[in-house]
């Protein structure tokens, strides 16, 4: 087993990954608030969401679907959020 530095100094690069693609994310956000506006198109997509939730559930093992779900959720708030602002 790992001693407990070597796992948290994975975390933290686990971590930097995960806000670099975070804000990857975002900023296609920001270019599709773009899209939408141009087009007429309302930010939110209950159709969309809920295609992306069970795709993005269907790739999470069985312990972590629930929470996989909760994650994505979170994001695609935010992401409404950022689109918002726009």
């Known amino acids: 087993m790992r001693n407990i ?5 994975k ?3 686990i971590d930097a ?9 975002m900023n296609i956000s920001q270019e599709i608030a773009e ?6 198109l309302a ?3 209950e159709d969309r ?3 992306v939730i069970q795709k993005n559930i269907q790739h999470a093992h069985d312990n972590y ?14 992401s409404k959020d950022v689109q ?3």
């Open 17 to 25: 990954q995960l806000i670099e693609l975070f804000e990857e994310r």
């Open 65 to 78: 679907k629930i929470y996989v779900e909760d994650f994505i959720r979170c994001i695609m708030q935010i």
């Open 84 to 86: 918002s602002k726009k």
């Open 49 to 51: 969401e809920l295609k």
């Open 35 to 40: 899209y939408k506006e141009k087009n007429g």
């Open 5 to 9: 530095n070597e796992l948290r100094d």
């Open 11 to 13: 975390i933290d690069k």
């Open 43 to 45: 930010i939110y997509d």
